[in-house]
Nanobody, 125 residues
Framework: QVQLVESGGGLVQAGDSLRLSCAASGRTLSSYAMGWFRQAPGKEREFVSAISRRGGSTYYADSVKGRFTISRDNAKNTVYLQMNSLKPEDTAVYYC??????????????????WGQGTQVTVSS
């Protein structure tokens, strides 16, 4: 099973940018489709973005489309989430996740086999 570690979170102001990283170990990242989810206090964990194994296909939640960009560097075993024009409603713990199956169910938590511990993103108004 692949181990995932997120980094790059922090406290920023509305309109600022952050780049999250998810470093994988234990298995080759190219074996997995990857996703980012987030969970705000008192809310369910929700889908943010996903990327196919080779990076040819990307997917976004409507709430982040046009502001966030997912990418991956399989040679570095790392997935990124570039977050621009951040809003207070983006405040959450962000998790990366790895999926062996990939495919059409990229937005469903149950499609993912491994999860990181999360990194906090706080956006002040």
């Amino acid at each position: 099973q692949v181990q995932l570690v997120e980094s790059g979170g922090g406290l920023v102001q509305a309109g600022d940018s952050l780049r999250l990283s998810c470093a994988a170990s234990g298995r080759t990242l190219s074996s997995y489709a990857m996703g980012w989810f987030r969970q705000a206090p008192g809310k369910e964990r929700e889908f943010v973005s996903a990327i196919s194994r080779r990076g040819g296909s990307t997917y976004y939640a409507d709430s982040v489309k046009g502001r966030f960009t997912i990418s991956r560097d399989n040679a570095k075993n790392t997935v990124y989430l570039q977050m621009n024009s951040l809003k207070p409603e983006d405040t959450a713990v962000y998790y990366c996740a790895a999926s062996v199956i990939g495919g059409s169910y990229y937005s469903q938590k149950t499609s993912y086999d491994s999860w990181g511990q999360g990194t906090q993103v706080t956006v002040s108004s």
